[in-house]
């Protein structure tokens, strides 16, 4: 079955520090690719994208992801991050084969010391 | 500007009850989402519809249902709510199911309790 894993539960970088969150997908082909954030008592924001052509993607914020076919990873980065950024971070992929749908990974909360 | 607004924000009810939150886009898009968010659980996909008079089962169904009558809408009933129903609901669209616009677009949740 698909699935999503989002390793890191929980991460603490300072402020300015640069960042990387993993993601792994387990699909047999390419899906499409997402990243999303929800800071406290909000809804889902999209971040970035990716369907095809160019590995590295750019989002919104700053941030950045690199889809990498051979290691089934979409991680998500940031060169310097800033307090704002403190927000729980979820990947999904949407299987080719299951029209709208997405699969959400468990997320990673993340938060920024000053 | 297009949204997809939910109601109630916040609601508590006691075990039993029939309990519907209310989902609205302006989007326009054909498809709608229902998921609910818990602790150690991320996302999980309740119920899902591709277009009116279309609804489908996700992987938590069971003791929720949908309907879809319009393109805008898509209520979320709990027929009789349980206390392993306290969580916080969202609802999401997209426009198409394939393609480069595949991705959903969030409300802002209904936190549900259940007493």
């Known amino acids: 079955a698909q699935s999503v894993t989002q390793p890191d539960i929980h991460i603490t970088v300072s402020e300015g520090a640069s960042l990387e969150l993993r993601c792994n997908y387990s699909y047999g082909a390419t899906p499409y690719l997402f990243w999303y954030v929800q800071s406290p008592g909000q809804g889902l924001q999209l971040l970035l994208k990716y369907f095809s052509g160019d590995t590295l993607v750019q989002g919104i914020k700053g941030f950045e992801a690199e889809f990498k076919r051979s290691q089934s990873s979409f991680n998500l980065r940031k060169p310097s991050v800033h307090w704002s950024d403190a927000a729980e971070y979820f990947c999904?992929?949407?299987?080719?084969?299951?029209?709208?749908?997405?699969?959400f990974g468990q997320g990673t909360e993340l938060s920024v010391k000053p | 500007d297009a949204e997809i607004t939910q109601s109630p924000r916040h609601k508590i009810t006691e075990t039993g009850r029939q309990v519907t939150l209310a989902c609205h886009q302006t989007?326009?898009?054909?498809?709608m989402f229902w998921y609910r968010q818990d602790l150690g659980h991320g996302l999980r996909l309740i119920h899902y519809s591709y277009g009116v008079q279309d609804t489908n089962k996700g992987e938590v169904s069971d003791g929720y249902s949908v309907s879809r009558s319009n393109t805008e809408d898509l209520p979320l009933t709990l027929e009789s709510a349980a206390s392993s129903q306290t969580s916080v609901y969202f609802c999401?669209?997209?426009?198409?199911?394939?393609?480069?616009?595949?991705?959903?677009?969030f409300g802002p949740g209904t936190r549900l309790t259940v007493t």
């Open positions: 989007w326009n898009h054909n498809n």
């Open positions: 999401a669209s997209s426009e198409n199911p394939s393609g480069s616009r595949r991705e959903q677009y």
């Open positions: 999904a992929v949407g299987p080719h084969n299951q029209g709208g749908k997405l699969i």
